[in-house]
């Protein structure tokens, strides 16, 4: 680990006498589900600034498809949603955050009603659909299959009628430099203005996951693990990186990119069928086709792999054509732009990296092992999800985290003061000479290695090599000094691989999401604990 990674603390020099100030009381770097909620709690408290590396519609909380898992039902209980929870985290669930984030997840939901949002009911009452693992209906959604994209329609709403909260786009965050209990300074990158440093009392971390370091993933562009390799810089404590979630079903097109086709079609009664027409999940898992998602995954490959066929099918053909352009409008349009009338034809699926499970270690208050620095969302490692992510749980704790992150940022205001003056800082570089390397390509052959050597199967050979591969590319890269954000963003790319390599190699058993076919059983005696990592450590 230590090799190429802790030779840079930052990635860019840069002097805080020669660059513009900003200052806030909080700062949210991120503006998905998790960012948007913690801006709007910690609104109540001071001013909070949000930065966002795109655009706020371009996060992948707009993209998610299926619903929150929620107890809002009188069928339904806190005691059954935290034991699907548990039972699907394979040992690795904390206890703790899995009540919390259960238990307070009904009022979180009904918050954003009373804000407007428009899920999904009839008679009045909330429409329920089941995923896999969840042993009850609990899923409600919006607009059929746009729940992401109506909470961000919310939240965006709210955040921006706070006049306490400015929201800036186009801000690329390069790192995160902690002043020793007197606040922390982001160095920020804009296109327009170019280098400043935002100053924090306190800084929420909320930039998503690392879907995009996969060749074949869910994920939209943003989503390059850059919080977490700033955090790993800053020197917090992350965790369980070995755990990538893969999405069992995501449209096969060659040459297109992966869609999701979300889980909650298989909810409704979808089946897969191999290439040669026969339903195969019942012989992999007593649940079928709604057994846990790892289980589908790897099925899934194993019958690309017998039947030697790219893809395998889900038929949903059984309902109606009206039903189906009502329930998913946007998987309806999504398969039609193919040529595939998914009431009459099979779709090609096939699994894409979705979702990571670990991230920037936190307690019950998103609060990460730096003062003043927290985590919410994908690019924190709460403990809810354990081994492997219950469906429809992430939209769940990005709410509730969300608001005891903003809210427990917001009340440190009062005991630790705002962060009103700047502080020198400086960070020189010293180039080393050495021949040029081809970012476009580093970055293609990185998530084409990531898809084979940390995919839904590992093994040592293979996952050795890949460590290999990446140390060769930081040897050129992670030294180099850039002036541009794809720079920055491909240093970032490889220090989060090779965390991923580093964690997945060290854990020498299959659990959840990670399955090692050198060692395919589950070992509780050596395993049944959460693998950590921090620089200098």
């Known amino acids: ?83 699907d929870t548990l039972a699907t985290g394979v040992g690795l669930c904390d206890e703790e955050t899995v009540r919390v984030v259960v238990g307070e997840g009904p009022e979180r939901v009904k918050e954003l009603v009373e804000w407007g949002a428009r899920f999904d009911r009839t008679d009045g009452e909330f429409e329920f659909t089941k995923e896999g693992g969840h042993s009850v209906p609990r899923i409600v959604h919006a607009h059929g299959d746009a729940t992401g994209a109506e909470i961000a329609r919310v939240l965006i709403q709210v955040a921006r009628a706070k006049p306490s ?33 935002v100053w924090a009392s306190q800084v929420i971390l909320a930039t998503g996951g690392i879907g995009r370091l996969y060749r074949e993933t869910t994920n939209r562009a943003g989503a390059t ?23 069992p079903t995501t449209l096969y097109i060659a040459g297109a990119s992966r869609a999701l086709i979300s889980e909650t079609v298989r ?79 099979l779709i090609p699926v096939r699994p894409s990296a979705h979702y990571f499970i670990g991230g920037v270690q936190v307690d019950t208050r998103g609060r990460s092992s730096v003062p003043g620095l927290f985590a919410v969302g994908e690019v924190s490692c ?19 985290f969300g608001a005891r992150a903003g809210t427990q940022a917001g009340e440190r205001l009062a005991k630790v003061g705002r962060n009103s003056r700047p502080r020198p800082l400086t960070c020189e570089l010293i180039e080393p000479k ?50 541009n954000v794809h720079g920055w963003i491909i240093q970032n790319m490889l220090t989060v691989a090779k965390m991923v390599f580093h964690s997945a190699r060290r854990r020498q058993e299959s659990r959840g999401v990670h399955f090692r076919t050198d060692f395919p059983d589950t070992d509780d005696e050596r395993w049944k604990r959460h693998i950590t990592i921090q620089r200098g450590a």
């Open 1 to 83: 680990m230590k090799k190429h990674l802790e030779k840079r603390r930052c990635l860019a020099p840069f002097d805080s006498r020669s660059v513009p100030h900003i200052f806030t009381d909080v700062l949210i770097v991120g503006g998905g589900v998790a960012g948007l909620r913690s801006a709007i709690a910690a609104a109540d408290y001071g001013n909070v600034t949000v930065l966002v590396k795109s655009t706020l519609e371009e996060s992948n909380t707009a993209q998610a498809q299926g619903g929150v898992a929620v107890v809002l039902s009188a069928q339904d209980s806190v005691e059954q949603h935290a034991a």
């Open 165 to 197: 909260v400015g929201l800036l786009e186009d801000h690329f965050v390069i790192d995160l430099v902690p002043c020793e209990g007197e606040g922390i300074a982001a160095l920020v990158y804009n296109g327009q203005k170019g280098m400043m440093l």
């Open 225 to 247: 693990g850059d919080g977490l390799a700033i955090a790993y810089r800053a020197g917090a404590v992350l965790q369980d990186f070995e755990f990538m979630q893969f999405h």
């Open 267 to 345: 909810g409704e009664g979808a089946k897969l069928l191999n290439r040669n027409g026969e339903r195969f999940m019942t012989k992999y898992h007593a649940d079928g086709e709604l057994a846990p998602r790892d289980i589908v995954s790897r099925s899934i490959v194993n019958e690309i792999q017998v039947t030697r066929h790219p893809c395998v099918y889900l038929d949903v053909t059984h309902l109606r054509k009206r039903h189906l352009k009502q329930r998913f409008p946007a998987i309806y349009r999504e398969c039609l732009s193919f040529d595939i009338d998914i009431s009459k034809d």
């Open 382 to 400: 709460t403990g809810l999800h354990g081994a492997n992510r219950l469906g429809s749980n992430s939209l769940l704790e990005g709410l509730v």
């Open 434 to 483: 050495r021949g040029e390397i081809d970012l476009g390509d580093v970055e293609n052959s990185l998530r084409s290695l990531m898809w084979r050597a940390a995919g839904i199967e590992r093994e040592e050979s293979h996952l050795e090599t890949a460590e290999d591969y990446v140390d060769f590319w930081c040897g050129y890269v992670m030294d180099k000094t850039f002036a």
